[in-house]
């Protein structure tokens, strides 16, 4: 049977079907050092990851046989594909499918965000109600909104947010047909929105491009959701920015050095923090592991993969 090194958990469902079809050694990046490679390193003809993890450059040099790598996520920016086709390693992701989820947490945070649900969920448990009423929040109905890459991700972001105002506009690289306003770079976005959602993916032309002069622009009043990676948002200028009043708000799924989150981010009052969550869901997960599947069984089967990026 082939083998396949698993580098993080999937579905139960796809992971019965992995186990059925695949000699599988699963292992945590930690614990790879040059003693396990030396007893499992030959073997290994194909990995199985998250985007969060990937396959680190080192890794997928010190296999071989590795002849393909199914993400169990949409990300690939923690896979190098340039090295992945220099050895002739297959990469799939699975995109289309959690779509949906993450831009309906993109909602989720903004609300939580913006009317203070985490807050009023833990004056009811503490027993508080009855000697006091919560602060009064925010509305975000009317907010004019802007989106930080308007793929796939973003539009669904943007269509949800329809529902909720007439004002919403974007970033990306180039203008793109469709009812929504274009701004050419983050600072525009941010100097014309109330929420700014960061939907891109992550990329060296993404690193840290939302930090101190867009929060700047956005202001006291203005508000930061980031559903799509962490390394997109200068976390050190978000803490600063936050402290210091200058941004009002953050509702973060996704962190810079998951799954450590800044003790200071962690004690502020005005934000609210998920961990890496968006396309955690019964459903989304098990289609992400079984489109994960396909690609690796179409690979050894010698089929055309599904959903491919190198
Ligand atoms: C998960 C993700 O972290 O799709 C992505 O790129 O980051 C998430 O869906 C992960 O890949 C789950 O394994």
């Not at 396959?55 to 169990?72: D, H, R, S, W």
């Not at 923690?78 to 909602?107: F, H, Q």
């Not at 329809?162 to 941010?190: K, R």
Request: hydrophobic content about 50%; glycine content about 10%.
């Amino acid at each position: 049977m082939t083998t396949i090194l698993q580098l993080c958990p999937i579905y139960p469902a796809a992971q019965a079907r992995l186990d059925a079809g695949y000699d599988v050694i699963a292992a945590t990046l930690e614990v790879i050092d040059a003693a396990w490679l030396a007893e499992h390193a030959a073997t290994i003809e194909g990995v199985v990851t998250g985007g969060h993890l990937g396959v680190p450059a080192a890794l997928m040099t010190a296999l071989p046989q590795l002849k393909v790598i199914g993400i169990n996520g949409v990300g690939y920016d923690k896979v190098d594909l340039d090295l992945a086709r220099s050895r002739g390693v297959r990469v799939a992701n699975t995109p289309d499918v959690l779509t949906d989820d993450v831009a309906d947490l993109a909602i989720g945070l903004t609300l939580s965000l913006l009317r203070q649900l985490p807050q009023g969920d833990a004056h009811v448990r503490a027993g508080k109600w009855p000697a006091g009423e919560v602060a009064l929040a925010r509305k975000l109905t009317g907010k004019r909104i802007g989106i930080f890459g308007l793929g796939r991700i973003g539009r669904a972001v943007a269509k949800r947010f329809s529902g909720f105002t007439d004002v919403i506009a974007y970033t990306d690289v180039a203008p793109q047909d469709g009812p929504y306003t274009y701004y050419p770079n983050p600072v525009a976005l941010a100097a014309a929105c109330d929420v700014l959602v960061v939907c891109a993916a992550s990329s060296a032309s993404t690193r840290k491009v939302i930090g101190a002069e867009v929060f700047a622009a956005l202001g006291p009043n203005g508000v930061v959701v980031n559903v799509a990676r962490g390394a997109i948002v200068d976390e050190a200028a978000l803490i600063v920015a936050l402290q210091s009043g200058g941004l009002g708000g953050a509702a973060l799924d996704v962190f810079e050095d998951e799954p450590r989150v800044p003790d200071s981010l962690r004690a502020m009052a005005n934000v609210v923090l998920t961990p890496h969550i968006a396309s955690a869901t019964h459903e989304t997960r098990q289609a992400m592991g079984d489109l994960m599947l396909d690609n690796i069984d179409a690979y050894f089967a010698g089929k055309p993969m599904p959903t491919t990026v190198a």
